[in-house]
């Protein structure tokens, strides 16, 4: 963890920066203040010792990462709403089932990340709608084979990132 | 605490396995040699329990209304990643993601484009030679520049054009070609047919193969579709008001009102027979569509019935 000492620094020398490139990258002040902060949380939190020749840079890698997240939030929402928006009415999902399923959806959106268009699609064909491979590959227009291939790669990033922290240790 | 930490190999095999059981699950012989397997290695029965969990944790198709999962996980992602080219990785970057895009995903989707709105969204855009770009609500535009030429796809939507004499300008849209020479139009993709309205200058419309050059003056409507193009006498609706924000209706058809009305709002927007022929003329300020229908009831013999924010009828009084 970082002393106290070395964070206040930090924080004093580069908040009102920080909060700037948040802003213009935003276009939001609410939203920078509170991603400002969530970046000193985060820095609050890790575990190995900082040494920041750069600050400025690094600071802005973890904020770039909160950004994202916080996007990627955005655009759930606003997605789901717009799916929910063609659909009848007595199907819709009730107020507690859409919050549940949009952190689902976050937590694997950000599983996904990284992965390419095409073995993210394959994949949640399969996660989301239950097909089976050749339905898969027939829709897709790719061999069996390799929507097995694409499959499988998907599970194992998602593995690697779920169980991080345990082959960390 | 756990006895064994599996491997690489094990957890990839455990992947193979839960695959193949996934496909044929009722298959005896295999549920009897994955038996085997995972009992082969405690590694291989500890990476078993992991992928299990894990792909109960990522099964989608448990949860009521999973069914919006898809759509939403793909068009949000799309969305992102635009947001991110566009807002953090700057312009190199963005040519390379939307050319990376237009190759990966479905060239139906509007997120593949350049330029891009959503639901009840305005934006304007000024290119480097100073052509102007602006989209209205749900449009999608892709954009491919030379020196000399801006070739513009219209993919769904609609925009106006405010067009650089010193550059050529070519909008391709589902039922023509359109070149533009200085002035300034809009053009319109309804889902039968596209409409163009010139304010300044003159465009021309190219069908090559199917007809010859025609031209389409200041102050024209025209309408294109499958079967040809035609300059329309009259139209029911000004084609420029929505880039300041309004409707401006001429004796427009109540349905046709409300198909207007329902491109920049989420859900269903609809009338009942009886009163889809009303006519409706006014201004009507874009901004908030839902006070915009509140106006209906006050000019027109029919009321609103409402059952959601997302679900609005409009019926004629019982």
Known sequence: ?169 | MSAAQPDATSVKQAIQWMLKLRENGRDPALQQQCAQWRSARPENEQAWQRVIHLQQELDLRTIPGAGLALQTLESSQRRLHRRQALKLLGGVAMLGSAAWLANDLDATSSWTSDYATGTGERRTFRLPDGTLLQLNTRSAVDLASTERQHLLRLKQGELMITCNPQRQLLLQTRDGLLEGFGGRFVARQDSNCTRVSVSHGRVAIHRPGQAPTEWIESGQNWRLDAQGAYRLDQVDMDAMAWTEGLIVTRAIRLSDFLTQVSRYRHGYLGCSDDIADLRLSGVFRLEDPEQLLLVLPRTLPVQLRQLTRWWVRVEGLA
């Open chain 1, 1 to 169: 963890m970082p002393s106290n000492d070395s964070l206040q620094t930090l924080y004093s020398d580069h908040h009102s920066w920080l909060h700037a490139w948040l802003r213009s990258t935003l276009g939001n002040a609410a939203d920078a203040a509170d991603l400002a902060q969530d970046t000193f949380v985060r820095l609050l939190q890790r575990r190995e010792h900082l040494q920041l020749n750069t600050p400025r840079a690094f600071l802005r890698t973890v904020a770039r990462g909160l950004v994202i997240d916080h996007w990627r939030r955005e655009e759930l929402h606003r997605a789901y709403l717009e799916a929910l928006a063609h659909m009848p009415e007595a199907q819709a999902p009730s107020a507690e089932t859409r919050e549940l399923l949009l952190e689902l959806l976050e937590r694997i959106a950000r599983m996904l990340d990284g992965l390419k268009p095409k073995v993210r699609r394959a994949f949640l064909l399969a996660q989301c709608e239950g097909l089976k491979h050749q339905a898969i590959a027939d829709q897709m227009g790719i061999s069996v084979r390799t929507v097995e291939r694409y499959i499988a790669d998907a599970l194992y990033h998602c593995y690697l990132l779920r169980y991080a922290d345990e082959c960390d240790q």
